[in-house]
């Protein structure tokens, strides 16, 4: 019940061949691949162009989001 042995991964590898074939594998594998560099490929850019600009704050007077519950106990603002 603990790990597979080689016996049990091939049938499942097996199992698998019959269901997909060999050109739809082939096909799923060379699409995985692809996303996987550009994956990579889009992380290795964005690491290599710092922010030219820093992240600005917004200053503002009214409140970001407003809250019922607050607005109906106003014992506790106090």
């Given at each position: 019940m603990?790990?597979?042995?080689i016996g049990?991964?091939?049938?499942?590898?097996l199992?698998v061949v019959?269901?997909?074939?060999?050109k739809r594998?082939?096909?799923?594998?060379?699409?995985?691949?692809g996303?996987?560099?550009?994956?990579?490929?889009?992380?290795n850019?964005d690491?290599?162009?710092?922010?030219a600009e820093?992240?600005?704050?917004?200053?503002s007077?009214e409140?970001?989001?407003?809250?019922?519950?607050?607005k109906?106990d106003?014992?506790?603002s106090?």
């Open positions: 603990g790990s597979f042995s049990h991964w091939l049938i499942v590898l199992i019959l269901i997909f074939g060999t594998l082939k096909s799923i594998g060379s699409d995985l691949g996303a996987i560099k550009g994956f990579k490929k889009g992380m850019e690491e290599d162009k710092p922010s820093p992240q600005k704050r917004l200053e007077d409140p970001d989001a407003e809250f019922p519950e607050r109906n106003k014992s506790r106090a």
